[in-house]
């Protein structure tokens, strides 16, 4: 806007002449009156204007428009009023006279920038809608402690640790976190440990130099630089070795990273959040981890809790998952109260993760519109009541079945092992030597897979057919 009505109608004519949709205002309150309308991204106003001037008009016009570009212009350009009007939040600032092609190039660049902010808006709100507080599922004690939580701490840039075992969602976690911090509309960036070798993961997160190792045919930025401004998420973090943890802390207590190859440090603004499905503590206690990297990262701790603490979840966590599968099949199906309660009697050594398969393998393979109990092909770990009492049936290698008192069972650890071998020999069963489908199936890491197989005493395929 501009109060001299030549200067309006000679600006808007060449706005105009260039595509733009100009509305013309002769005072800041009908250049606010306008701007209620919600629908222009940029404001070009004049400085020296009365009653109300163009500083006066920026902080109202902000006030109702907030992601509103504003160019100011003034015959009477001084540094001071340029400092004055940037500091209270206009995108540029031109003397008059300019040139046309000036003008058009400051319009082009503030526009620019008002496309970007609304692409950064609906990103964030998609995010947010996905990653948020609702996508935790469940109204459980256990949940409802831990979103609590989730929600005070997101607040602040602290440190944060998760400790869960596999398939509970810790990485949903993190991204609520992140979701609800003041880092929303910057980058979450996740990187998981397990998956990658040791000698790639140091260049992985800290970037490298050209030519500082074989294959490094150009600089590359890292993991952190990456998410400068956002939120970096170490998942898997006890995988590593102790001389990685100590490049890892002192890129934690000194805020910059030195990439591969390279002597100069860069400064970097991460908020970090590490995860891990292991007793951290004890792997402190064994000298596995590094004592003074546990205390760097575990500023504050949340715990998500298995699936099996909370089976009352279990109906949410299943409506939703069939939900999410409905929508990608032309056949939706939906949940008998017998389904729902035979999958509530089942212990899920898999957690949140096995439940998700398990409902939509059902909505895949099903032929009738509601799903029923047979749909549903639990494994070990069914949890049945005998007295009141919690009991546990689960199966031998020859299909026979052991049905055992709770207080003479099976303990946990006991059962969630076996659960483990079974799942991964029925696995390697369907797919032989192929141990990356077998891992992108049971939904861990190829590195996951094999130390788990090492330590279940199960051998590949490929080296019991050389026998």
Not at 3 to 21: I, K, P
Not at 64 to 70: D, E, G, I
Not at 247 to 252: E, Q, T, V, Y
Not at 374 to 381: A, K, M, T, V, Y
């Amino acid at each position: 806007m501009d109060d001299q009505r030549n200067m309006r109608a000679t600006t808007a004519l060449l706005l105009r002449a260039e595509g733009y949709t100009v509305f013309e205002a002769a005072t800041g309150e009908e250049a606010l009156a306008q701007l209620g309308s919600g629908s222009i991204d940029l404001l070009l106003t004049d400085l020296k204007m009365e009653p109300m001037d163009g500083l006066t008009l920026l902080r109202r016009a902000l006030e109702v428009a907030p992601r509103l570009q504003v160019i100011m212009m003034t015959a009477f350009g001084s540094i001071e009023s340029a400092v004055e009007a940037m500091r209270l939040g206009a995108y540029d600032y031109v003397t008059k006279p300019f040139k046309e092609s000036e003008l058009r190039y400051r319009v082009e660049r503030a526009l620019e920038r008002a496309r970007l902010q609304r692409d950064v808006d609906n990103l964030t709100t998609d995010f947010n809608q996905r990653h948020g507080l609702s996508a935790l599922v469940g109204r459980s004690a256990a949940m409802r402690e831990l979103t609590t939580r989730l929600f005070r701490v997101a607040q602040s840039d602290a440190t944060v640790l998760i400790h869960g075992e596999s398939g509970t969602g810790k990485e949903l976690v993190a991204r609520a976190l992140h979701a609800h911090s003041r880092r929303k509309a910057r980058s979450f960036v996740p990187v998981n440990c397990a998956a990658i070798s040791e000698s790639l993961l140091e260049s992985e997160l800290f970037g490298h130099a050209k030519g500082a190792f074989t294959g490094a045919v150009k600089s590359r930025r890292g993991l952190f630089e990456e998410a400068d401004g956002g939120t970096l998420f170490i998942d898997e973090v006890t995988e590593t070795s102790p001389t990685f943890q100590s490049k890892l802390l002192r890129a934690l207590q000194e805020g910059e990273v030195r990439r591969v190859g390279e002597s100069t440090a860069l400064r970097v603004d991460v908020r970090i959040v590490a995860a891990t499905n292991r007793d951290i503590e004890l792997e402190v206690r064994d000298k596995r981890f590094r004592q003074d990297l546990y205390y760097r990262l575990n500023v504050v701790a949340l715990r998500v809790p298995p699936l099996r603490e909370r089976l009352e979840d279990v109906p949410a966590l299943a409506e939703h998952f069939l939900e999410r599968a409905n929508a990608r099949s032309p056949n939706p199906k939906s949940l008998s109260s017998a389904a729902v309660s035979h999958l509530m009697s089942y212990g899920f050594p898999g957690n949140v993760r096995e439940l998700e398969n398990l409902v939509e393998q059902a909505a895949a393979l099903a032929e009738a519109h509601e799903l029923l109990p047979e749909d549903f092909p639990l494994r070990q770990g069914r949890m049945t009541p005998a007295h009141g009492t919690p009991s546990v049936a689960f199966l031998d290698g020859q299909g026979g079945g052991l049905g055992r008192s709770a207080q003479s069972g099976p303990t946990l650890a006991q059962v969630v092992e076996e659960a483990e071998r079974h799942a991964i020999t029925q696995a390697l069963e369907r797919h032989g030597v192929d141990l990356a489908r077998v891992a992108d199936e049971l939904g861990v890491s190829s590195t996951t897979l094999w130390r788990k197989m090492k330590r279940l005493n199960l051998r590949p395929p490929s080296e019991l057919a050389r026998e």
